[in-house]
């Protein structure tokens, strides 16, 4: 069965940083799209970015553009999301998700085939 494992979340203070990672457990899911989401309490889950195979296209959301970076490391089935300037309104469970090539566009919630089990981030004011 195929798995998706985050690590990395935790407590920290505003302005601090937090690294993610997401380790696949299959070479063919990790192959494609990569993503990460985020639901806070209350709310619906939201995305944050995404990267294709190559590592080169990438994309974010508006509300963590310049803050967080995502990247990939296909030798090890990894894919990070380095987290800087943290706010306490970036507090949520984060999930990596694996979906096809998503051809340059931003590739919508559904089309993820493979979702973690997510990791609590909190951000302390």
């Known amino acids: 069965q195929v798995q998706l494992v985050e690590s990395g979340g935790g407590l920290v203070q505003a302005g601090g940083s937090l690294r993610l990672s997401c380790a696949a457990s299959?070479?063919?899911?990790?192959?494609?799209?990569m993503g990460w989401f985020r639901q806070a309490p209350g709310k619906e889950r939201e995305f944050v970015a995404q990267?294709?195979?190559?590592?080169?296209?990438?994309l974010y959301a508006d509300s963590v553009k310049g803050r967080f970076t995502i990247s990939r490391d296909n030798a090890k089935n990894t894919v990070y999301l380095e987290m800087n300037s943290l706010k306490p309104e970036d507090t949520a469970v984060y999930y990596c998700a694996a979906g096809p090539d998503s051809l340059g566009r931003r590739l919508p919630i559904r089309d993820y085939n493979y979702w973690g089990q997510g990791t609590q981030v909190t951000v302390s004011s």
């Open positions: 299959e070479r063919t899911v990790f192959s494609n799209t």
């Open positions: 990267i294709r195979r190559s590592g080169y296209s990438t």
